[in-house]
């Protein structure tokens, strides 16, 4: 399996880099910085909707699965991006959002025409209850998950924004059209698909009202939406009909899933995706009994991360296949949320990325992370774009009456906006992003963190991010390896191994900018143990006691 050795790159086109000056990063932005990217080492770029959409939610309420956002170019310039990353020996997969499409799709403009049009069961549609929605089900949005439609005197569900109504899976009319688009794009050659919130395809028909919670009136109905009956019918269809004849690499969204389902959905053999982001350490920092954890924080605890990361390395290895992230477009910078990106910024950004690449699986770099960029703070609402900010600010500030400044807060905090300010290519006044007006802010940050300045300075983020690219290419101990973990109750230092039959690596990292001394366990003191990276400087060879200075991480060898 090819994409077991591989490195994965997210870009956000709208903010990675703007060819023509209109502000809007693009397709031909892409392929002119091609080169970047293989210096920096990754193998696979994975791109977030280019297709056309009125853009209500980041292009992921697509009107044409088959069809480039203008603003983004044309076919053309897509043919020949994914030539050129071709021609480099390199992948490229795209995103895949099947779960919905935008209001502005044309099967949804026919299916709201009349309630007899052919298109009418493409979609989830339902008759009121007591002159309100017919199930207390919550947006992921805010709000109902249901939009009345005067036309047709119907309610449609739709789990994220208003404009991007949920696909009705149980017709097999609409499995076989998202099957033939899919193979529309195969056939192009693209080389698998990140697929968005894809446990949510399956519904219990009869959809039943959430278990009410109390000054709820609309409840994130995750019970029965997620991993739904007949979801792995979906997928093993998806992947006998389509997938089964291409060497693609899929790796499916999936909130609220456990290892165990992880390890099923992932199997070597029986599985239905290559690899699945899981969700659990998204939300370490959050208050779960709050009704929107998400736009809670609360500090994290490294024996969660420990806990979390362990039974995920050690329920999938053998079975199925992790994904390795800790940020994306959809969640605050990981600097910031599991870093400092005050004074230490540079060490625990390294830390950071030791931490991601020597676990086992797929590394996912986030545009950005790899020259440690950091979250922006917006005085203003105004500048913010993301649909999901600007409905948590409205319900908020607007109905509820709460603080503008501490919902603010929330939004600098835990903001998607973060991960999409326009990426730092130099310090000129947008960053070298676009000669144009930028469609959000730059980070003011700019001017110091940037890749210009990366490229120049050999202890930088970037640098270290290419050296354990690396060492995945020349050590196969980190693709194969087993995971164990040491210290297991130890406050501040998370130290793992990774052992196959020729080799062992062992990984230790201080979370903390506290300096620590650490006897190493007895069971990982071997002769000839020598250093292969760290990102401070370092003793060559494993010694009995280490002392490790802030954010300090360690990569040791044993053949
Ligand atoms: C995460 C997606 C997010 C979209 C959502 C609706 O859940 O990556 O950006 O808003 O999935 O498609």
């Known amino acids: 399996m090819w994409w077991k050795e591989s490195v994965v790159y997210q870009i956000y086109p709208r903010s990675f880099r703007d060819s023509n000056g209109d502000g809007i990063g693009d397709l031909r932005g892409i392929t002119g910085k091609l080169d970047y990217l293989q210096q920096l080492g990754v193998d696979v770029l994975w791109l977030c909707p280019i297709y056309d959409s009125p853009n209500d939610d980041g292009g992921y309420d697509i009107r044409d699965y088959c069809a480039i956002l203008p603003e ?3 076919m053309r310039d897509f043919d020949d991006l994914l030539a050129d990353v071709h021609a480099r020996g390199m992948k490229l997969i795209m995103d895949l959002v099947v779960n919905h499409t935008s209001d502005e799709h044309p099967w949804f403009q026919a299916a709201r025409s009349s309630r007899d049009s052919l298109f009418r069961d493409y979609y989830i549609w339902r008759p009121g209850r007591h002159g309100g929605p017919p199930n207390n089900w919550a947006s992921h949005f805010g709000g109902s998950a249901w939009t009345y439609d005067e036309t047709t005197d119907e309610y449609y569900l739709h789990l994220f924004s208003t404009r991007q109504p949920d696909l009705n899976w149980e017709n097999p009319r609409v499995r076989e059209d998202i099957y033939a688009m899919m193979r529309f794009w195969l056939e192009k050659g693209v080389d698998g698909w990140r697929m968005d919130t894809i446990n949510m395809l399956s519904k219990p028909p009869e959809l039943p009202d959430a278990a009410p919670r109390a000054g709820q009136a609309y409840i994130l109905a995750e019970e029965h939406f997620l991993n739904g009956p007949r979801l792995m019918e979906y997928l093993r269809e998806m992947r006998d009909r389509v997938l089964s004849p291409y060497d693609v690499l899929t790796v499916g969204e999936t909130p609220g899933v456990t290892p165990e389902l992880g390890a099923a959905y992932t199997h070597e053999t029986e599985g239905v995706l290559s690899m699945l982001f899981q969700f659990e350490h998204m939300g370490l920092d959050s208050d779960p009994t709050h009704p929107t954890p998400k736009w809670t924080k609360v500090p994290w605890a490294l024996s969660d991360l420990k806990r979390i990361t362990t039974r995920w390395q ?18 605050p910078r990981l600097v910031s949320r599991f870093g400092d990106d005050g004074a230490y910024r540079v060490p625990s950004a390294k830390l950071l ?9 797929t590394p996912y770099v986030y545009q950005g992370d790899e020259i440690g960029m950091t979250n922006v703070q917006f005085s203003r609402i105004e500048e913010y774009r993301d649909i999901d900010a600007l409905n948590h600010y409205q319900e908020q500030v607007v109905e509820r009456h709460r603080d503008p400044a501490e919902v603010l807060r929330d939004i600098h905090a835990k903001g998607r906006d973060n991960a999409r300010t326009p990426m730092h290519w130099d310090a000129s006044p ?7 007006t930028p469609w959000i802010g730059v980070n003011p940050n700019h001017t110091e963190i940037n890749v210009e300045a990366a ?3 050999p202890d930088s983020i970037f640098w270290y991010v290419r050296d354990l690219i690396r060492l995945r290419r020349t ?9 164990d973990l040491h ?10 191994t990774r052992t196959d039959e020729h080799q062992q690596m062992l990984v230790v990292l201080n979370f903390s900018a506290a300096p620590v001394v650490v006897d190493v366990p007895q069971e990982v003191r071997r002769p000839a143990t020598r250093l292969l990276l760290a990102n401070y400087l370092a003793p060559g060879h494993l010694e009995p006691t280490l002392e490790l200075r802030a954010f300090e991480a360690r990569v040791y060898l044993t053949s």
């Not at 990325?353 to 699986?361: D, P, R, S, Y």
Request: avoid cysteine; charge should be negative.
């Open 455 to 457: 490229l120049r300075d």
């Open 430 to 436: 947008h960053a070298g992003f676009t000669t144009g």
């Open 314 to 331: 050690q329920a999938l290895h053998g079975q199925g296949w992790n994904s390795l992230y800790l940020s994306n477009h959809d969640v």
């Open 72 to 74: 983004f170019g044309t």
């Open 487 to 496: 210290l297991p109750d130890h406050p501040s230092i998370y130290a793992y």
């Open 353 to 361: 990325a030791t931490f991601l690449h020597t676990l086992q699986g």
């Open 475 to 483: 050590h196969r101990v980190m693709v194969d390896g087993r995971y």
